[in-house]
């Protein structure tokens, strides 16, 4: 029998308890043993709940049985998560969690002292949700040199940007379903301002490149100035914005960044829609690997987490070798990336026509049918850096968009 305690009894920690209640057979078989629910931590109370008999509102009371092999963190956020983890993994307890905060602070140290103590610290879940993609970078993908990750690795924004496009509703409304669908964060500006794909492309890049990528030096820009009028130019340029997140190596430089993108229709993320995540991976051999699944939601989370039970089960007293070194990896700035925008200008075309042309050279003008008084242009190719210098000379420009032009 292998005891573990569950610390949170939130969306992905009900559904941890209801996973291993409704698969437990199979859990146990494939563990190797069974796996029993000994504790589960929550600051509530839930009177009548199946978990009402394990449930403890003191994590010493956890940290001190030495029954408990296994400890799983979804309880969300860095503290107390990081001191009940690092106590954890100190006191020789494996840790699975989903939380990804946690995760880009603090993931390589959590690593290293599990290394030093011969146990996990097992953290699928806290990427993609469902979609296995830590495993695979870590195992499948290790013999070649990965040159580039994008994709859209938040569900939250992508359920709101698909539902004001394809049932024009507000941004308001599709938030808060998504929060009432247990997508969102607790403080949904982590999603909506890009600071959750930020820190998972960090955690993605920082195995993918072996050094720590420090969330806090990527580049980052949410959804929360996207409006349904620009998404109806997108749709108009028949694509789609999408919140992408990207880490890429070229000429020996790394660069990183989080912005919401127009995605063609032709391009394999266009059709990315709803909760669903979708994570590219290019190597130098492989080419490119699309992984692609459910990325939030408390059963599909809860069943990444619970593999991760079930790998360190199987693995009580032997350490994953997982490569995430302390050092920091040097990130460029984005200035010197070329690729097209997409500006939206809040006056008659035939007033700044001329400008925008001696400005930007050849663009392409977009118009909306019914909208009167502002059109949009799409610029030809050019670095970030000069199309922000360019911008300054035109008057009342209201939006600017990346246009994605590779995989
Ligand atoms: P919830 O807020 O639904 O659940 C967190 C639970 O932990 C709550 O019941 C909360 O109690 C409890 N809790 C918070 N602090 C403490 C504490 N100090 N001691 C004991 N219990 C505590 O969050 P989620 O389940 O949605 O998310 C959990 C983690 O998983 C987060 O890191 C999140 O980013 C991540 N994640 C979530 C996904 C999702 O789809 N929801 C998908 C992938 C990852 P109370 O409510 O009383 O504060
Ligand atoms: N809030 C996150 C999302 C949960 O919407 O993607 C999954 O990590």
């Given amino acids: 029998m292998i005891n573990i305690a569950v610390l949170g009894y939130g969306t992905v920690g009900s559904g941890v308890v209801e996973v291993i209640d409704k698969n437990n057979e199979a859990i146990d078989m494939k563990s190797g043993d069974k796996i029993r629910i000994k504790y589960v931590l929550d600051l509530r109370d839930f009177p009548g709940d199946r978990v009402e008999s394990v449930l403890v509102h003191d994590f010493d009371v956890i940290l001190n049985d030495p029954e408990v092999k296994i400890v799983v963190e979804v309880m969300g956020g860095v503290e107390p998560a990081y001191t009940f983890v690092r106590k954890s993994l100190l006191a020789g307890k494996s840790v699975c969690t989903s939380n990804k905060e946690l995760v880009a602070a603090h993931g390589p140290e959590l690593i290293r002292i599990a290394r030093e103590n011969s146990i996990n610290f097992l953290f699928e879940a806290s990427v993609g949700g469902a979609i296995p993609v830590i495993r695979p970078i870590n195992s499948s993908l290790t013999a070649d040199r990965i040159l580039e990750i994008k994709g859209i690795l938040n569900g939250t924004t992508n359920y709101i940007l698909t539902q004001m496009d394809v049932e024009g509703w507000d941004f308001d409304k599709a938030l808060r379903t998504a929060q009432d669908l247990g997508y969102a964060e607790r403080n949904p500006e982590a999603d909506i301002e890009g600071y959750d794909a930020c820190r998972k492309i960090a955690i993605l890049s920082s195995l993918a490149f072996g050094h ?7 580049y980052t820009e949410g959804i929360s100035k996207i409006t349904a009028t620009d998404i109806r130019y997108a749709k108009k340029m028949k694509s789609a914005i999408k919140l992408l997140a990207s880490c890429t190596y070229e000429d020996g430089k790394y660069y990183a960044m989080v912005a919401p993108f127009i995605v063609r229709s032709s391009h394999p993320l266009y059709s990315v829609s709803g909760v669903y995540n979708a994570i590219f991976v290019r190597g130098s051999q ?3 690997v699309m992984f692609y699944g459910s990325g939030a939601g408390k059963l599909p989370t809860a069943c990444a987490v619970v593999a991760d039970i079930v ?30 925008f997409f500006v939206r200008v809040k006056k008659d075309r035939a007033s700044c026509e001329k400008l925008i042309k001696d400005t930007f050279g050849d663009v392409k003008f977009i118009e909306l049918d019914d909208v009167s008084g502002e059109f949009g242009f799409v610029t030809t190719p050019v ?10 000379n035109i008057p009342d420009v209201c939006q600017s968009i990346r246009l994605e032009s590779r995989i």
């Fill in 212 to 218: 720590n990528v420090n969330y806090e030096n990527i």
């Fill in 286 to 288: 492989i080419g490119d």
């Fill in 311 to 340: 790998d360190a089960a199987k693995h009580l007293d032997k350490h994953i070798y997982t490569f995430w070194s302390e050092e920091n990896l040097q990130l460029t700035g984005t200035e010197n990336a070329t690729r097209k």
């Fill in 383 to 392: 670095t970030e850096g000069s199309f922000n210098e360019k911008l300054k």
